[in-house]
């Protein structure tokens, strides 16, 4: 089992950044990547950004690359995400989101509470 825990968010200033912060219990060893999801309201949840917990390798969605910065910390089991330049079409709730297990016995997703980020004009 994992546990994600999410702080930071909040409004946000268009043009400022947001910074968000996930925190990862239970299972570390067992953790492939982390990642963050948005969710506008009446949209579908969609990829930000991830990063693998070995090797640290990163994956973010085209539209918003430039602007992000994803970053682990392992000595305490984070992650960090960062994006700058925002517009009121960022304000999303924002979701932490750990991927863990192997191809043998299967994987399972784990996701934080959520945090909702509006950007103000």
């Known amino acids: 089992q994992v546990q994600l825990v999410e702080s930071g968010g909040g409004l946000v200033q268009a043009g400022g950044s947001l910074r968000l912060s996930c925190a990862a219990s239970?299972?570390?060893?067992?953790?492939?990547?982390i990642g963050w999801y948005c969710q506008p309201t009446g949209k579908q949840r969609e990829l930000v950004a991830r990063i693998t917990t070995r090797g640290g390798n990163i994956y973010s969605a085209d539209a918003l690359k430039g602007r992000l910065t994803i970053s682990r910390d392992n000595a305490k089991n984070a992650v960090s995400l960062q994006m700058n330049s925002v517009t009121p079409e960022d304000t999303a709730v924002y979701y932490c989101?750990?991927?863990?297990?192997?191809?043998?016995?299967?994987?399972?997703?784990?996701w934080g509470q959520g945090n909702q980020v509006p950007v103000s004009p």
């Open positions: 239970g299972s570390i060893a067992s953790i492939n990547y």
């Open positions: 989101n750990g991927n863990s297990g192997n191809a043998m016995y299967g994987f399972r997703s784990y």
